[in-house]
Nanobody, 129 residues
Framework: QVQLVESGGGSVQAGGSLRVSCAAS????????MAWFRQAPGKEREGVAS????????WYATSVKGRFTISQDNAKKTVSLQMTSLKPEDSGMYFC??????????????????????WGQGTQVTVSS
């Protein structure tokens, strides 16, 4: 059974850092496209970052580029998102996702919601000003 479980969310003041992680099971995540999305109350879910570790490719939304880093630990089967210089507008539920074709993962390819068919339950990130 394919499963993604997020952890590591929390509350932090603006300018602080947080790390969220996603534990994957039931599939070979190193050959899959993995991504992080986020959703603020009343807003649509948006793509934040993606990684295709076999190809060494990553992609970041413009709003987080230079502040967030996505990484993958194939031995532990986890995908993490290190978030620094956090802003109140970074607040929301952060979701891990998998399933997009590797041919359109990372690099210049942005993430789209309908490309991913496996989702975690989400972890809350709150940034106060």
């Amino acid at each position: 059974q394919v499963q993604l479980v997020e952890s590591g969310g929390g509350s932090v003041q603006a300018g602080g850092s947080l790390r969220v992680s996603c534990a994957a099971s039931g599939f070979t995540h190193s050959t899959n496209c993995m991504a992080w999305f986020r959703q603020a109350p009343g807003k649509e879910r948006e793509g934040v970052a993606s990684i295709y570790s076999l190809g060494g490719l990553t992609w970041y939304a413009t709003s987080v580029k230079g502040r967030f880093t996505i990484s993958q630990d194939n031995a532990k089967k986890t995908v993490s998102l290190q978030m620094t210089s956090l802003k109140p507008e970074d607040s929301g539920m952060y979701f891990c996702a998998a399933g997009a074709p590797s041919t359109i993962c990372g690099g210049t390819y942005p993430v789209y919601l309908d490309e991913y068919d496996t989702w975690g339950q989400g972890t809350q990130v709150t940034v106060s000003s």
